[in-house]
């Protein structure tokens, strides 16, 4: 019979230093964008504070499960989701909560949040990258309360040189987003 080991409080650290890097980078991130969604299910600051807290464990010890370039606010949400059900069983069930199934809407409109948010991150450094003439004619024809006929006199072009470029320019940023995207793995 072996000896037992003495209860502790330290967690499993990953044998792999840059997934430890990688983690506290992930967490840090997301942490406030967790902690609302968090909020969003239990409406109570001190509930929230708790189940926070329990998640950030569950986050750390299953970290290692977590592939790399993933969605991490997805991933962060549906490890927090289910504390909240824990802690509800826990508690009881409070007649004011949220059924499961508009939390699970809550979960998936999250991870289209997040993926709005890193389409809008990769168009930005995309516009970033463009010439400055296509810059400038991107700029020109989406200028608020602009048209296509002021577009084209500012830049001293044709209506129809104008709707030409500006699809040949959407092209192009359509096509830099997705590879950002597919290069971070989120597509």
């Not at 980078?25 to 509930?47: G, N």
């Not at 809407?105 to 995309?126: K, P, S, V, W, Y």
Request: charged fraction near 30%; charge should be positive.
């Amino acid at each position: 019979m072996s000896p037992e080991r003495p209860p502790t409080d330290e967690l499993p650290v990953p044998e792999d230093p840059s997934r430890h890097a990688e983690f506290l980078r992930l967490f840090t991130q997301y942490q406030r964008e967790i902690y609302a969604y968090v909020f969003s299910l239990v409406r109570d600051w001190h509930d929230a504070d708790e189940v926070m807290q329990e998640t950030s464990l569950a986050l750390w010890k299953n970290f290692p499960r977590f592939t790399s370039g993933g969605n991490f606010p997805a991933w962060a949400c549906g490890v927090a989701y289910h504390r909240v059900l824990r802690d509800r069983r826990a508690k009881g069930r409070d007649r004011h909560a949220f059924g499961e199934r508009f939390e699970a809407a809550l979960l998936a409109a999250a991870d289209r949040t997040a993926h709005h948010e890193a389409r809008r991150d990769a168009l930005a450094g995309c516009l970033e990258k463009l010439s400055p003439s296509d810059r400038t004619l991107i700029e020109t024809c989406y200028a608020a309360d602009s048209t296509i006929g002021a577009a084209a006199e500012r830049l001293k072009m044709t209506a129809k040189a104008v709707y030409k470029a500006a699809a040949r320019v959407r092209e192009m940023l359509a096509d830099c987003v997705t590879r950002t995207l597919a290069a971070e793995g989120r597509r």
